[in-house]
């Protein structure tokens, strides 16, 4: 197997270990993709300003977030069901981010308990939820976060619906998969995620399984689920959160500078500047194109944080110096955990943090704190042709 240089490698040894439909679930985002794909196109856009003779030699990536030290600024994005990638994909997960020293969030819909989760990492971890129309769901879910020490609510407030992802529409995906006489051929093609995941203990949404929705088996708890979206949840979403939640509330969505403004009104502690990864609404900006007018409302009033895209430490780079705080990734951590578990998120990891301190170096930079906006440029789309003198 050739070595893995970048998250593109393992990515593509994610696709190699997956089914087709479980693969696309993780890859894929909503209708045409476009907001997926400029997602990296407007990253591309954006140029490292690079100052030389400068001592770097002692180069520092940690950061402190609501009120929390991380000695790299990336955070596990909240990615539903990471168990249909990996059994117990959550667990590793939020066990590879603690070993490193850096953020993770589980998401309400996770295949793995908040119990479960806090048994396998030492470290606090973030918990995500979207609010249902029965709120007494949400309360005890909270309730059950704070008492294993989450001390972080990240309100995600973009998903009143579910975004239509044809890539799975075509795949005919379902949670679990199903083998089909369509897809048999594939499946049988992956005998470790098999082994792993097809013929091992039955997969539910194991926060909401059992008494509190009253049903275990995943199909009828998902229906259940679905039905509680709330479509008529509005701006006092958040001030509900503050007012049933000790800690901080994160509230992940926001792409405009009036959103971030009325956020802030309600007292959010945390803004996620986010467009899921570009699995919702299809044609929204990319986050990184949304950043700078959110950091500009905001003016330090809530910590920003960036979400979708990051592919590259240069990624992250950009981010801070265009004033996020630090970074939410989902697929990259996810491809490395189809990889090689909780190894490749590891490695996912390690690849990341490597290239920010290589930006670092090369950037003339000693820490990502001294990072602004002076430190990006944005080159003209026309190539530049010097001519000769002779010419």
């Not at 893995?4 to 890859?27: H, S, Y």
């Not at 402190?64 to 994005?77: F, K, R, Y």
């Not at 990240?154 to 083998?179: A, C, I, W």
């Not at 090689?340 to 290589?358: K, M």
């Amino acid at each position: 197997m050739k070595p893995t240089a970048n998250i593109a490698d393992l990515r593509l040894r994610a696709q190699r270990r997956l089914p087709r439909a479980v693969f696309d679930f993780v890859d894929g985002g909503a209708q045409d993709e476009a907001t997926l794909l400029d997602n990296r196109r407007q990253f591309q856009r954006i140029a490292l300003v690079t100052r030389v003779l400068r001592d770097v030699s002692h180069r520092d990536q940690s950061i402190t977030l609501l009120g929390e030290t991380l000695a790299s600024p990336l955070i596990v994005a909240p990615t539903g069901m990471a168990g249909l990638v990996r059994r117990n994909g959550e667990a590793m997960l939020a066990r590879a981010a603690a070993e490193a020293d850096i953020g993770c969030c589980l998401s309400m819909m996770s295949a793995c308990s908040i119990e479960d989760v806090k048994r396998a990492s030492h470290r606090p971890f973030w918990f995500q939820i979207y609010l249902l129309r029965d709120r007494g769901i949400n309360r005890a879910l909270m309730e059950r976060a704070w008492a294993v020490g989450c001390r972080v609510l990240v309100l995600t407030v973009d998903t009143k619906q579910q975004g239509l992802r044809e890539r799975d529409l075509r795949n005919g995906f379902t949670v679990p998969p199903r083998v089909t006489l369509r897809n048999v051929l594939d499946v049988a093609r992956r005998p470790g995620w098999l082994a792993d995941v097809a013929f091992g203990r039955r997969i539910t949404f194991a926060n909401l399984a059992g008494k509190l929705i009253g049903a275990d088996d995943i199909v009828s708890v998902a229906r259940l689920a679905a039905e509680q979206y709330d479509p008529a949840m509005s701006w006092d979403a958040i001030e509900w959160c503050k007012r049933h939640w000790e800690g901080a509330v994160a509230v992940k969505g926001i792409l405009t500078a009036d959103d971030a403004r009325a956020a802030v009104a309600r007292s959010a502690d945390a803004l996620i500047v986010s467009n899921h990864g570009g699995r919702q609404l299809d044609g929204t900006p990319a986050s990184i194109a949304a950043l700078p007018a959110v950091v500009d409302a905001v003016k330090g009033a809530a910590e920003i944080v960036l979400d979708s895209g990051i592919r590259r430490g240069g990624d992250v780079l950009k981010a801070l110096a265009l004033g996020a705080r630090a970074c939410m990734a989902g697929r990259p951590f996810l491809y490395g955990l189809a990889a090689d578990g909780e190894a490749g998120v590891r490695e996912a990891i390690s690849i990341l943090r490597s290239e920010i301190d290589l930006g670092l170096t090369l950037m003339g930079v000693n820490s990502v704190g001294a990072l602004d906006r002076s430190s990006l440029a944005w080159p003209s789309r026309k190539p530049v042709i010097l001519k000769s003198r002779d010419s």
